[in-house]
Every structure is written in C-alpha cells, then in structure tokens.
C-alpha cells in the first residue's frame, strides 16, 4: 500500500536579510533539504514509530544565498535560518500570489515588522545554529532505509561554510 506523504505545520517570520522556517515534527527521522539559489524549498522527514512520510515544497518568493543559509535539528523540530539573496522585505514566503496552504503559519513568536526591526537586531539569538550548514543534512539511512543519493535529497553546495 502506498503512503502518502503528510505536510507538517511550518511557521516563518523574516528580517530584511533572512527568513526563519521551523518545521514542527517531533522525532523527525531520515530528513533531507534541498535549497536551491532561485528559492526552491524542499523538505521531507519520516516520524513516529510507523515512519509516516512528511514532504514540504514550497517556490519561495525570491532568490536565496545558498551557503549562507543554515539549520538546526532538534528533538521537537527543524529550523532554517534562509538568507535572502538581496536585503529586502518579502510581502510574502511563498512565490505564488494565492491563499497561502493550511499548513503554512506566521511565527508570531519570532515576528518583527518592517519598522521594528533596528530595535530587535539579534538575529537568531535564541536559536544555537552552530556550524551546521545544509551541506551536511544529508542524513537519510535509517535501518532498512537507504541513502538517496545524486539529486534524490543531496545537497550541492557551491562552498562549505567554515
């Protein structure tokens, strides 16, 4: 039988030079990214003890800086700190001019207007990135499982971030 994937609830919230994505799944497993420059945004884990399938993609709104953008896996979900090709406000996440999917939620604990943002200039302060890079989030194989590899989930980084 065929399982179909889930969307897990995404949040975002922005700065004029990044955007914050944190994916709500709880003990995710096997998860793969694939970022792309033109904003090309895909994410799939499995979770719980059945591996129930979950898959994001998304067209971003515009262009992103691949190798600067970073991740952090933890136990209750995945944040991504994506940063933005230009240093410009978004009128919205998502590429196409549509009611935004159920799924897709403001983070209203990380959001700043526009006109806010000089007062609250931390960017990411609370969030611990490391030197995670998405380079290094090609973490599919759990038992039983294989590692996909060529443009099946790996990353393709044009520099690793030091």
């Known amino acids: 039988m065929l399982k179909m994937s889930r969307h897990p609830t995404v ?9 914050f994505i944190t ?15 033109e904003g090309k945004f895909f994410f799939s884990a499995t979770s719980g003890v059945d591996k129930v399938p979950y898959e994001v993609d998304m067209d971003l709104l515009d262009k992103i800086d691949f190798a600067e953008s970073k991740a952090s896996i933890g136990k209750r979900n995945i944040c991504y700190l994506v940063k933005k090709a230009e240093n410009k406000w978004w009128s919205r996440l998502l590429k196409k001019e549509a009611k935004p999917p159920v799924f897709l939620k403001v983070d209203w604990d ?6 806010e943002e000089d007062e609250d200039n931390k960017v990411a302060s609370d969030m611990d990135f490391g030197d995670f890079d998405f380079s290094k989030l090609n973490m599919g194989g759990g038992e039983g499982f294989g590692t996909a590899e060529g443009e099946d989930g790996k990353f393709h980084s044009p520099s690793t971030i030091s």
């Open 11 to 19: 949040k975002w919230a922005q700065r004029s030079d990044v955007v």
């Open 110 to 115: 990380r959001w700043v207007d526009e006109d």
């Open 23 to 37: 994916i709500e799944l709880p003990d995710a497993q096997d998860v793969k990214l694939k970022l792309e420059p």
